[in-house]
């Protein structure tokens, strides 16, 4: 089966890096699939608190996760740094999608990628509410087409 390469750092706008831990390794040797996901949620959540657009406690619209993936092509391995790279792929009325890509730190080639998907609610309603513009805005920085 033949599927297309992963996106280079060149995709990728915002980069986070996170320090693995001694129980990220499976049996296996190397990080489990699960751990991807924590890095995902991490590096949108950490984007959207400095970028002003979440507050925990109080904020108006949330974001529910509706839908994530994850094509694995390198592993990793605890105490190995890695660098999660983060990208706007689509913004809708109410949702956004996430590009995501794991590397090794420094390494030029993904281990990973990953998509997210937010639909942003009313935080009383839970119903699909319009993002606000300032927030439509800071989704457009990070956005960048595949290359």
């Known amino acids: 089966m033949s599927r297309a390469p992963l996106a280079?750092?060149?995709?990728?706008a915002v980069w986070r890096r996170i320090g693995t831990r001694?129980?990220?390794n499976d049996a296996y040797g190397?990080?489990?699939?699960?751990?991807?996901?924590?890095?995902?949620?991490?590096?949108?959540n950490a984007w959207l608190i400095e970028a002003g657009l979440l507050d925990i406690?109080?904020?108006?619209?949330?974001?529910l996760v509706v839908e994530t993936g994850c094509r694995y092509a390198a592993s990793l391995a605890y105490p190995e740094p890695v660098d999660i790279g983060m990208a706007v792929a689509r913004i809708g009325?109410?949702?956004?999608?996430?590009?995501?890509?794991v590397f090794?730190?420094?390494?030029?080639?993904?281990?990973?990628?990953?998509?997210f998907t937010h639909v942003y609610v009313g935080r009383e309603s839970r119903r699909p509410v319009p993002l606000p513009?300032?927030?439509?805005?800071?989704?457009?920085?990070i956005s960048r087409p595949l290359p």
Do not use: C, K, M, Q
């Not at 190397?30 to 949108?44: E, I, K, M, P, R």
């Not at 090794?104 to 998509?115: I, L, T, V």
């Not at 513009?133 to 920085?141: G, K, L």
């Open 57 to 63: 406690a109080a904020g108006d619209p949330i974001g």
């Open 22 to 24: 001694w129980s990220d």
């Open 104 to 115: 090794a730190a420094g390494s030029g080639d993904a281990a990973a990628e990953g998509h």
């Open 133 to 141: 513009e300032e927030w439509r805005r800071a989704f457009a920085e």
């Open 8 to 12: 280079g750092r060149d995709a990728y």
């Open 30 to 44: 190397h990080v489990n699939n699960t751990v991807y996901y924590g890095w995902f949620d991490t590096a949108v």
């Open 93 to 101: 009325t109410s949702s956004v999608t996430y590009r995501l890509g």
